[in-house]
């Protein structure tokens, strides 16, 4: 039997294969931040849209902000502040399981979306309140939480829930911050 046929076939089929395989690992990539592992806006929005048309009346959008992050970058350094970072990215994604997404909207913000926040807030809350160890110094760390279930909105969209999410959250600010910064 001459294989020479599927070889010469096989050859293109390989290399078509390897680009795909390279060409979706980059955009999961592209779809990630370095620092933290988390999805970034984009990846986020897609994947929260998705959840939010087949399970809206179960969805809960969350925004939380670490209080005192400057002080944390300024008193021990970027690096402190990065494991401030990656440690309150983990907390999220654990704490969001096959549930839901987590993401890092920029700087010291992230989002979360999931199906099973109302009964376990609380528990978030004492998590992301936990010190941070990083290089024998124990690090402080401390976040608002904002909440939007989307069962509450006359129409669930994301781009509502999201904005509803972070007037709860700087409501909650513990300096009683209730404007937007920026």
């Not at 390897?18 to 592209?30: D, E, F, G, K």
């Not at 933290?36 to 959840?51: P, V, Y």
């Not at 009346?57 to 970072?85: I, R, S």
């Not at 399981?97 to 376990?120: I, K, N, Q, W, Y």
């Amino acid at each position: 039997m001459d294989v020479a046929p599927y070889l010469t076939a096989a050859a293109p089929l390989a290399g078509w294969t390897t680009h795909s395989v390279w060409l979706y690992r980059r955009l999961s990539t592209a779809r990630r931040d370095p620092l933290t592992g988390l999805h970034i806006r984009d990846g986020f929005t897609t994947r929260a849209e998705h959840l939010i048309h087949h399970q809206a009346e179960h969805v809960t959008v969350l925004l939380v902000d670490l209080d005192d992050f400057k002080a944390t970058n300024d008193t021990h350094g970027h690096a402190a502040g990065d494991a401030v970072l990656a440690a309150t990215a983990e907390r999220l994604h654990t704490w969001c399981g096959r549930s839901g997404t987590a993401a890092r909207l920029g700087g010291d913000e992230f989002a979360v979306v999931t199906t099973h926040a109302p009964d376990r807030l609380d528990g978030l809350r004492s998590t992301l309140h936990r010190p941070v160890q990083y290089a024998g110094v124990t690090l402080p760390a401390a976040a608002s939480v904002g909440v939007c279930h989307l069962a509450e909105l006359p129409v669930p969209s994301l781009t509502v829930a999201l904005a509803a999410a972070d007037r709860d959250m700087y409501a909650h600010k513990p300096d009683g911050r209730t404007s937007r910064r920026r």
